[in-house]
């Protein structure tokens, strides 16, 4: 037979001889080492290249939005977007191009600081102590004695159209300035029936200087020492002015 026995240091040498290293260790970290993956690629970014972008990013929009020429999403619409307003056209309607007459702008006066108190029928409130507006005599009589109430304000008790009125105080509204003041007391004195004139922007600031002294609120004997029928200088007297789309009386005096 051609079978031959096989050399005993070739068959130790078939497999690993872990006898032959002394740590284990070492071989592991070896293997370890042959599989670690490639790092190409993977660095990171420089700093300075960092800088640089963020300073491409921050001058380019910078420069676009400088020189972009007024872009807006409507230059990409295909239908041309809204057609440009003309030269010298005026985008309000008719209503709002006219002026607020005085009347028109104390209502909205009247709206956002008094009407709270005496209502916008201008009624007032009994329980709470608010004394009517509507035909009081502070408002169709003369025009010093409600710019008084109305510039420093009112503390006490009141007697109005025959009722005792409590301890409600009002507050001065000298801080809203002469033109509002002048505004919301031409309303008040022409509405609800009333038939006080108007005041102007004048009277008021005039009215400001001569109470700088008086610091404080007025009381009901302060007022009931003023003449009802007395007028603020200057200041038109009469029935109260016609309220827009009305026509003034027959026989009314015109309104300068």
């Given at each position: 037979?051609?079978?031959?026995?096989?050399?005993?240091?070739?068959?130790?040498?078939?497999?690993?001889?872990?006898?032959?290293?002394?740590?284990?260790?070492?071989?592991?970290?070896?293997?370890?080492?042959?599989?670690?993956?490639?790092?190409?690629?993977?660095?990171?970014?420089?700093?300075?290249?960092?800088?640089?972008?963020?300073?491409?990013?921050?001058?380019?929009?910078?420069?676009?939005?400088?020189?972009?020429?007024?872009?807006?999403?409507?230059?990409?619409?295909?239908?041309?977007?809204?057609?440009?307003?003309?030269?010298?056209?005026?985008?309000?309607?008719?209503?709002?191009?006219a002026e607020l007459?005085?009347?028109?702008?104390?209502?909205?006066?009247?709206?956002?600081?008094?009407?709270?108190?005496?209502?916008?029928?201008?009624?007032?409130?009994?329980?709470?102590?608010?004394?009517?507006?509507?035909?009081?005599?502070?408002?169709?009589?003369?025009?010093?004695?409600?710019?008084?109430?109305?510039?420093?304000?009112?503390?006490?008790?009141?007697?109005?159209?025959?009722?005792?009125?409590?301890?409600?105080?009002?507050?001065?509204?000298?801080?809203?300035?002469?033109?509002?003041?002048?505004?919301?007391?031409?309303?008040?004195?022409?509405?609800?029936?009333?038939?006080?004139?108007?005041?102007?922007?004048?009277?008021?600031?005039a009215l400001r200087?001569?109470?700088?002294?008086?610091?404080?609120?007025?009381?009901?004997?302060?007022?009931?020492?003023?003449?009802?029928?007395?007028?603020?200088?200057?200041?038109?007297?009469?029935?109260?002015?016609?309220?827009?789309?009305?026509?003034?009386k027959p026989g009314?005096?015109?309104?300068?």
């Amino acid at each position: 037979m051609n079978e031959q026995t096989p050399d005993p240091a070739l068959r130790i040498r078939q497999g690993m001889d872990y006898g032959e290293h002394g740590d284990v260790q070492e071989v592991h970290a070896a293997i370890q080492r042959e599989k670690l993956e490639p790092r190409v690629g993977l660095e990171p970014l420089s700093m300075w290249l960092i800088v640089v972008y963020g300073l491409a990013v921050f001058f380019g929009g910078a420069y676009l939005g400088r020189y972009s020429g007024n872009f807006s999403g409507d230059g990409l619409d295909p239908l041309g977007g809204p057609p440009p307003a003309k030269k010298g056209a005026s985008t309000q309607g008719p209503e709002q191009q006219a002026e607020l007459s005085p009347h028109d702008r104390g209502k909205k006066v009247f709206n956002a600081n008094c009407a709270v108190c005496h209502q916008a029928t201008g009624l007032g409130s009994q329980s709470q102590g608010y004394p009517p507006l509507a035909g009081s005599e502070y408002t169709s009589g003369g025009s010093r004695r409600n710019a008084m109430i109305v510039m420093k304000g009112l503390q006490g008790p009141l007697t109005v159209k025959g009722q005792k009125f409590g301890s409600a105080v009002m507050q001065p509204w000298e801080t809203l300035g002469d033109q509002k003041v002048a505004d919301v007391l031409t309303y008040v004195r022409s509405e609800w029936g009333n038939t006080g004139g108007p005041i102007t922007r004048e009277q008021i600031a005039a009215l400001r200087k001569e109470l700088a002294s008086h610091p404080a609120s007025f009381t009901e004997p302060d007022i009931q020492a003023v003449p009802p029928d007395a007028e603020l200088p200057g200041g038109e007297q009469g029935t109260a002015p016609p309220k827009p789309g009305e026509q003034a009386k027959p026989g009314a005096p015109p309104k300068k």
